[in-house]
C-alpha cells in the first residue's frame, strides 16, 4: 500500500459566493456536507491513515527571508491506497466539490525518503 497526500482546493470565488449565500440555504447545505463528509469518512475509513484539518493562513519561507501568501490550499487529509487511481476514485463525488464551495481535490503519492 501506498500513501497518498490530498489537498483540498478553494478558490476565493467560491468562498465569496458561499459567504454572500442566503443564510438559510448556507446553513442546510453546510449541515448536508457536514452529513455527506462525515459519511464519506465512514465509508473510507480503512483507506483513511490521517483525517487531515483545515489550513490556516500561509507564510513562504525563502532564501529572501519571510513573507505573507495566499494560495488555494484550504484542508488536506492521508489516504492510503494500492495505486494513485485507486486513491484518486476515493474522492470522486467527495462533498468537497459537490456541496461545499471547493473546487477540487489534487492527490500527490508520498515518497519514500532516499537514504542519507
Given at each position: 500500500?501506498?500513501?497518498?497526500?490530498?489537498?483540498?482546493?478553494?478558490?476565493?470565488?467560491?468562498?465569496?459566493?458561499?459567504?454572500?449565500?442566503?443564510?438559510?440555504?448556507?446553513?442546510?447545505?453546510?449541515k448536508a456536507?457536514?452529513?455527506?463528509?462525515?459519511?464519506?469518512m465512514?465509508?473510507?475509513?480503512?483507506?483513511?491513515?490521517?483525517?487531515?484539518s483545515?489550513?490556516?493562513?500561509?507564510?513562504?519561507?525563502?532564501?529572501?527571508?519571510?513573507?505573507?501568501?495566499?494560495?488555494?490550499?484550504?484542508?488536506?487529509?492521508?489516504?492510503?491506497?494500492?495505486?494513485?487511481?485507486?486513491?484518486?476514485?476515493?474522492?470522486?463525488?467527495?462533498?468537497?466539490?459537490?456541496?461545499?464551495?471547493?473546487?477540487?481535490?489534487?492527490?500527490?503519492?508520498?515518497?519514500?525518503?532516499?537514504?542519507?
Amino acid at each position: 500500500m501506498k500513501n497518498f497526500l490530498a489537498m483540498y482546493i478553494g478558490s476565493a470565488s467560491a468562498l465569496n459566493h458561499w459567504k454572500t449565500m442566503d443564510e438559510g440555504r448556507r446553513s442546510q447545505q453546510e449541515k448536508a456536507g457536514k452529513e455527506a463528509w462525515g459519511k464519506w469518512m465512514a465509508t473510507n475509513e480503512k483507506s483513511i491513515i490521517d483525517r487531515g484539518s483545515p489550513l490556516g493562513k500561509t507564510k513562504r519561507i525563502s532564501a529572501q527571508g519571510i513573507s505573507d501568501t495566499k494560495n488555494e490550499l484550504v484542508a488536506y487529509a492521508i489516504v492510503q491506497a494500492e495505486s494513485h487511481e485507486a486513491a484518486a476514485k476515493l474522492f470522486e463525488n467527495h462533498p468537497h466539490f459537490l456541496i461545499f464551495p471547493g473546487d477540487s481535490v489534487e492527490l500527490m503519492e508520498c515518497l519514500p525518503m532516499p537514504q542519507m
